[in-house]
């Protein structure tokens, strides 16, 4: 039962108000049920540091820390920026479950024999749009943002592709053209922060209550981006390296900024590993041409790299396909693959030691009893 505090917030003049600004729908709203202590307040992570949390109920801002029992993540979510939450005061008693969450395998495997991820990590909870941001300078990169693609797809998200820094080509619709043959159906928006080209056309994005997170390289102008759809500089910004055309990290925390269209952006760190983790057929969505040609190949465990009879590979040699689209569509499905059979095999151990502890209790009981 939703207790009398929290209704005042939530339903004050017959509406959600303050909360639903801030993105509060019914998902969130029945897990209130059960929760009869008027110290539990609803209140959305704005922010994440270190050691505590910005959280924010639509009114008024305050830095929390988390219980003692949810920092062992076995026992519930850890708070990520966007989440929802209930609070005791100053204190994180529960994340409320996500609607959705965008997540990546951990960084920290360049460089490394096994360059596969060992975990999973969550960038930012409760999303509307990801915002797959691509600068027209050395950024631009077609592999790159189909991972991006398969990425956001494996979470169950919708991507919007936004491509910056217009100003740097006489014919920047060219490269919209190249960037629509490799991602089938999504939005494909160019602008220009510099003179707001293109912003106009984002704001639909941003509807009250609506929350969109931005992804992409180091110096991609994510920080730039937001700074002129809010109207004003509220993230600090970088210049470009022009000897290796790679940006700075100046955004170095992810915060949840309400814009005054009414929406909320995430703004996150230049990300340098797009590792995937989720397999939620965002492969296949990704890549739906190869998808539909893979299902004509003459054996259906075709890797499409040397079988005789391979749909794809003649797509490929017709000119249907790109050589390095495939390459790409292979290596991901590859590193599926792995992660998948790891993942398994991580559950079905983690069930193998469950039932060993249960024999050596079951043993332990027998010998007391013979004991005794």
């Not at 509307?128 to 027209?136: A, E, K, M, Q, R």
Request: with cysteine; charged share 20%; net charge positive.
């Amino acid at each position: 039962m939703v207790t009398r505090k929290v209704a005042r917030i939530i339903y004050k003049n017959g509406t959600t108000g303050h909360l639903s600004q801030m993105g509060w729908i019914s998902h969130f709203q029945t897990q209130l049920q059960g929760y009869c202590n008027d110290n539990f307040i609803p209140a959305r992570v704005v922010g994440v540091r270190k050691n505590n949390f910005r959280v924010c109920n639509g009114k008024r801002e305050w830095l929390a820390t988390i219980a003692g029992r949810l920092k062992r993540i076995a026992h519930g979510l850890y708070p990520v920026t966007g989440d929802w939450v209930l609070m005791t005061g100053t204190v994180i008693f529960k994340v409320l479950n996500r609607k959705n969450a965008l997540s990546r395998g951990a960084s920290g495997t360049r460089g490394r024999q096994d360059a596969q991820p060992k975990r999973e990590q969550v960038i930012a909870a409760n999303l509307d749009t990801v915002f797959i941001v691509c600068g027209l300078d050395r950024d631009f990169n077609l592999r790159r943002i189909e991972r991006y693609l398969t990425l956001v797809y494996n979470c169950g998200l919708n991507p919007v592709i936004i491509l910056t820094k217009a100003d740097l080509h006489h014919n920047p619709m060219s490269f919209v053209s190249e960037v629509e043959t490799v991602s089938f159906g999504v939005p494909v928006h160019l602008v220009c922060a510099l003179d707001c080209t293109g912003l106009l056309a984002l704001e639909k994005y941003l509807s009250p209550g609506q929350t969109a997170t931005m992804v992409g390289s180091s110096g991609a102008g994510k920080s730039t981006l937001v700074n002129r759809l809010y109207g004003k500089t509220i993230q600090a910004t970088g210049s470009v390296s022009e000897s290796i055309g790679k940006g700075k990290h100046t955004t170095t925390s992810r915060d949840l900024i309400m814009m005054p269209q009414g929406g909320m952006v995430i703004d996150n760190p230049g990300i340098r590993e797009i590792a995937l983790w989720n397999d939620d057929d965002g492969i296949s969505v990704a890549f739906p041409e190869i998808e539909i040609l893979a299902g004509k190949c003459r054996f259906s465990n075709c890797s499409h790299m040397h079988e005789p009879g391979c749909r794809v590979l003649q797509a490929v040699t017709d000119g249907e396909i790109l050589q390095g689209r495939l390459d790409s569509y292979n290596k991901m499905k590859r590193e599926q693959a792995y992660l998948s059979h790891r993942q398994h095999k991580s559950a079905a151990r983690v069930e193998k030691e469950q039932w060993k502890e249960v024999a050596l209790t079951i043993k332990a009981m027998k010998k007391r009893k013979r004991n005794g």
